[in-house]
């Protein structure tokens, strides 16, 4: 259906479910395009190509999934949060059960009850929930002590699982954060806060944004490098699709 658009590894897949046309990226498939029960042909190819920026910009990570096999050496064993230095070990638990589900059993571990085998995806989506829980503990308490120390009022804070960004900054004033943040060090986290802060102030990245922030993160220069390619690097293939 969609040889002629996307040129990587792909597989689509019709959901009776599904409300809209959604792409992921999926171990053992690469791109996975779910769509609809019904969706006419012509939609999907249209959706396809008004995403087709977002697939070329996410191809190195397609390719390296559809490489993968959902299987239990892939999803993750051990995972360490940088943000606030923390690691948890991981097990999964494939025996039948009604619902799948995860569980903190004890301090830095996690139990995943569901088949790593025939199941990785739900594995995922279970280790991204946990994720958001623990950017939320973390990072809203975070955000609000920075907001006070410098004087830059917040409304609300939000953790997504944002595609592009690490974070953002709506002129009404709710910061929404990338849960994907733990995975970076500290320092890291600290000036992704700060630059969203100082849009509080300044919406735009004009002078006066660049001053506020240089003032109150002195090595911005050495983070925004780094911080092109950090995505690739540290957030892991799970937490990503």
């Not at 139990?111 to 994720?131: N, Y």
């Not at 953002?168 to 004033?173: A, C, F, N, P, V």
């Not at 060090?185 to 944004?209: I, K």
Request: proline share 6%.
């Amino acid at each position: 259906m969609l040889k002629n658009i996307i040129r990587l590894p792909h597989a689509v897949r019709v959901s009776p479910r599904a409300k809209y046309i959604r792409f992921r990226i999926l171990a053992g498939t690469g791109l996975e395009v779910v769509v609809p029960k019904g969706c006419p042909a012509s939609r999907v190819r249209k959706a396809t190509a008004a995403n087709q920026a977002w697939i070329t910009g996410h191809q190195r990570e397609i390719q390296r999934a559809a490489g993968l096999r959902p299987d239990v050496q892939h999803l993750p064993e051990h995972i360490v949060l940088a943000a606030n230095a923390q690691s948890f070990s991981v097990c999964y638990d494939p025996r039948a059960c009604q619902s799948r589900a995860l569980h903190t059993p004890a301090k830095g571990r996690i139990a995943i009850q569901a088949d790593p085998h025939t199941e990785a995806d739900v594995c995922c989506r279970l280790l991204q929930d946990w994720l958001k829980e623990q950017a939320r503990t973390a990072l809203v308490p975070w955000a609000r002590s920075l907001s006070e120390r410098h004087a830059l009022p917040i409304a609300r804070i939000q953790i997504r699982k944002q595609k592009t960004r690490w974070a953002s900054m709506s002129t009404s004033g709710t910061l929404s954060l990338n849960c994907q943040l733990m995975f970076l060090p500290g320092e890291f986290v600290q000036h992704v806060l700060l630059h969203e802060l100082c849009h509080v102030r300044h919406p735009n990245h004009g002078s006066g944004f660049q001053a506020l922030l240089s003032r109150l993160s002195p090595h911005k220069a050495r983070y925004e490098r780094a911080m092109k390619h950090v995505h690739h690097t540290a957030v892991p293939w799970w937490a990503k699709f």
